[in-house]
């Protein structure tokens, strides 16, 4: 299988944490990665993570991979309204290169 | 720095016209990309170009043609546009290999009618 899931929406309020989730199905995933879209523009790499690490941390952002239960989870701490965007993750595989496969993309709203 | 350039960023087309995308990078990367974005299927990989002078088929290639014209440059060509091709196209670039962050153009929105 070559599915990527995510949740379409999430709304947190301003300074709470953040925390967006996303499934693969394919275990020969060698890298995972968060994508960033802002409205209007094309996609940021935010950060990524290798297949056989737990956690990776990167000033506001934890992503925590459980590769037992193919489940990525990107944390975002005291979330700001700059942060409302598009969030994807994507999945590169052994002996892809570097071709991507996206997940479907989580709206992050950041309400006052 | 420009990075990756997509032209143009908007364009209404009928059924049946053709029409050419643009993409150029500045950042000397030997790997280019195009994608399409439609809501709720997040991004589907239509081209790549892992090199100068190689291209390959991604997810969804039926009714697209891509030329990558030389190192800087890869473009992507709707032969016959039909109403399924409204989207918003990316490109994008990236070093050769794995780990590499793909950079992505601003995209071009494209309406058939």
């Known amino acids: 299988g070559e599915d990527v899931e995510q949740s379409l929406f999430l709304s947190v309020r301003e300074g709470d944490s953040s925390v967006i989730n996303c499934t693969y199905t394919?275990?020969?995933?060698?890298?995972l990665y968060w994508y960033k879209q802002e409205p209007g523009a094309g996609l940021q790499l935010l950060t990524y993570?290798?297949?056989?690490?737990d956690m990776k941390q990167d000033q506001r952002l934890t992503v925590l991979l459980n590769k037992k239960d193919k489940h990525l989870s990107l944390r975002i701490a005291d979330t700001q309204t700059g942060d409302s965007a598009i969030y994807f993750c994507?999945?590169?595989?052994?002996?892809?290169?570097?071709?991507?496969?996206f997940g479907t993309g989580t709206q992050l709203k950041v309400e006052l | 720095n420009a990075g990756v350039t997509q032209t143009p960023k908007f364009q209404v087309l009928k059924t049946g016209q053709s029409m050419t995308l643009q993409c150029a990078q500045d950042?000397?990367?030997?790997?280019m990309y195009w994608y399409r974005q439609d809501p709720g299927m997040g991004l589907r990989l239509i081209y790549y170009?892992?090199?100068?002078?190689?291209?390959d088929k991604g997810e969804v290639p039926n009714g697209y043609n891509v030329s990558r014209l030389n190192k800087r440059e890869f473009s992507l060509r709707l032969e016959s546009a039909a109403p399924s091709q409204t989207s918003v196209y990316f490109c994008?670039?990236?070093?050769?290999?794995?780990?590499?962050?793909?950079?992505f153009g601003d995209g071009t929105r494209l309406s058939i009618l």
């Open positions: 394919d275990s020969s995933s060698t890298y």
């Open positions: 950042m000397n990367h030997n790997s």
């Open positions: 993570i290798f297949s056989n690490m």
């Open positions: 994008a670039s990236s070093e050769a290999g794995a780990v590499q962050p793909q950079h």
């Open positions: 170009s892992a090199s100068e002078g190689t291209t």
């Open positions: 994507a999945e590169s595989r052994t002996g892809g290169g570097n071709k991507l496969t």
